[in-house]
């Protein structure tokens, strides 16, 4: 009933930058957070940054001075500017979405985007 699409992932080499968007669609009644987690290889997958539609934002320690989350309640989406980026930010990143949809009645799901790859190299 949601989808959410990702697009910008790639490789870069270290101190460069990358931006990611994700779009969400389908029967949407309102998000609350949206966001990105990611998964670099072996490892469990991690919150990055968060921004709820109040304007709240959280970032993973690791990601602060360096990413940027922004999001258009408007357009249902959610960006991350990457920058300095460096070795270890490496990873599968994943948009999430908590969103509330209208089909017959309304319901909650947690939502999320199929995953878009970002190499960082030396």
């Known amino acids: 009933q949601v989808q959410l699409v990702e697009s910008g992932g790639g490789l870069v080499q270290a101190g460069g930058s990358l931006r990611l968007s994700c779009a969400a669609s389908?029967?949407?009644?309102?998000?609350?957070?949206m966001g990105w987690y990611r998964q670099a290889p072996g490892k469990q997958r991690e919150l990055v940054a968060v921004?709820?539609?109040?304007?709240?934002?959280n970032y993973a320690d690791s990601v602060k001075g360096r990413f940027t989350i922004s999001r258009d309640n408007a357009k249902n989406t959610v960006s991350l500017q990457l920058n300095s980026l460096k070795l270890e930010d490496t990873a599968v990143y994943y948009c999430?979405?908590?969103?509330?949809?209208?089909?017959?009645?309304?319901?909650?799901?947690?939502?999320w985007g199929q995953g878009t790859q970002v190499t960082v190299s030396s």
């Open positions: 389908g029967s949407i009644f309102s998000i609350n957070a």
């Open positions: 921004v709820t539609s109040g304007g709240r934002l």
């Open positions: 999430f979405a908590d969103v509330t949809y209208y089909s017959g009645t309304y319901y909650f799901s947690n939502s």
